[in-house]
């Protein structure tokens, strides 16, 4: 069984940073492309990012391109999400997702699922 564990959130100001790690167990980690996913209240859940899976190939929303940053370390069975130049508007619950098919494209946002737990990331104005 897939399990996935998010941790790194928490607040921070406008402008900020914050980095985000996941952790999976139940998988060959290094055989799945990964993801990030978020929901803020109110709201459906929604894709930030996602890693293909040797970490060659990223596919990135629109809405954090350019600021969020995503990366893998196989070796250690790490995810990481680097989130630079925080908006109010990133508040969320972030999750991390694992796609359904090994050795698969990360642009198929809709074939990610498992999902951690979740970390909260709050951005004050």
């Known amino acids: 069984q897939v399990r996935l564990v998010e941790s790194g959130g928490g607040l921070v100001l406008a402008g900020g940073s914050l980095s985000l790690s996941c952790t999976a167990s139940?998988?060959?980690?290094?055989?799945?492309?990964m993801a990030w996913f978020r929901q803020a209240p109110g709201k459906e859940r929604e894709f930030v990012a996602a890693?293909?899976?040797?970490?060659?190939?990223?596919h990135y929303s629109d809405f954090v391109k350019g600021r969020f940053t995503i990366s893998r370390d196989n070796g250690k069975g790490i995810m990481n999400l680097q989130m630079d130049s925080l908006t109010p508007e990133d508040t969320a619950v972030y999750y991390c997702?694992?796609?359904?098919?090994?050795?698969?494209?990360?642009?198929?946002?809709?074939?990610?699922?498992?999902w951690g737990q979740g970390t909260q990331v709050t951005v004050s104005s």
């Open positions: 139940g998988i060959t980690f290094r055989m799945y492309a």
């Open positions: 890693v293909d899976a040797d970490g060659s190939k990223t």
């Open positions: 997702a694992v796609h359904s098919r090994i050795y698969s494209d990360p642009m198929q946002e809709g074939m990610f699922g498992s």
